[in-house]
């Protein structure tokens, strides 16, 4: 398969569609085609939710760090430069680059971050729960339909991460 990097979407198959999707809503899976993709124990996975939480824009160092680890623990810039490190090895052969130091950036489309979806697909049926009721009880149904688990990101525990679940 051609994958082609996009400045605004990251990597591109040679249709267009974007092949890596991130699945929040239930325990934490990255798919490339259809296949996991493995990114490393419940804290590496903490770190990568944070840049998804923040994805498309910069985050520092300092940011990364409360948004993951909490803002009470203090965290050496070597950890985070570890888990960066690490991140971006998991990722490579799926084509996704997280650029920067000390600052951060991950760079995917709302649709491939499936919690996002999820939000997008609410707001719209609500938006049409009085003017279209089948319309908006189909969209509330493929919300539902993209959790996975009875809770999002279980076992991952790090504060910071649990707030943004």
């Known amino acids: 398969m051609i994958m082609q990097v996009t400045s605004e979407t990251g990597v591109?198959?040679?249709?267009?569609?974007?092949?890596?999707?991130?699945?929040?809503l239930g325990g934490f899976r990255v798919?490339?085609?259809?296949?996991?993709?493995?990114?490393?124990?419940?804290t590496a996975?903490?770190?990568?939710?944070?840049?998804?939480?923040h994805r498309n824009e910069r985050v520092s160092r300092q940011r990364l760090t409360?948004?993951?680890?909490g803002q009470h623990r203090a965290v050496s810039p070597d950890t985070v430069y570890h888990y960066m490190r690490d991140l971006r090895r998991a990722l490579e052969p799926a084509g996704l680059t997280i650029t920067g130091r000390p600052d951060y950036r991950l760079d995917v489309p709302d649709h491939?971050?499936?919690?996002?979806?999820?939000?997008?697909l609410?707001?719209?049926?609500?938006?049409?729960?009085?003017?279209?009721p089948d319309e908006?009880?189909?969209?509330?149904?493929?919300?539902?339909?993209?959790?996975?688990?009875?809770?999002?990101?279980p076992g991952i525990d790090l504060p910071g991460a649990r707030a943004i679940a």
């Open 122 to 132: 609410v707001t719209s049926a609500r938006a049409l729960r009085d003017t279209d």
């Open 136 to 153: 908006a009880l189909h969209r509330f149904g493929r919300a539902l339909n993209l959790w996975h688990g009875p809770t999002a990101l």
């Open 31 to 42: 798919l490339c085609h259809g296949q996991p993709v493995e990114v490393g124990g419940p």
């Open 12 to 24: 591109a198959d040679a249709d267009g569609a974007f092949p890596v999707r991130f699945e929040l």
């Open 112 to 120: 491939a971050v499936d919690s996002v979806q999820f939000d997008t």
């Open 45 to 53: 996975q903490a770190v990568l939710i944070c840049l998804l939480h």
């Open 66 to 69: 409360d948004d993951t680890w």
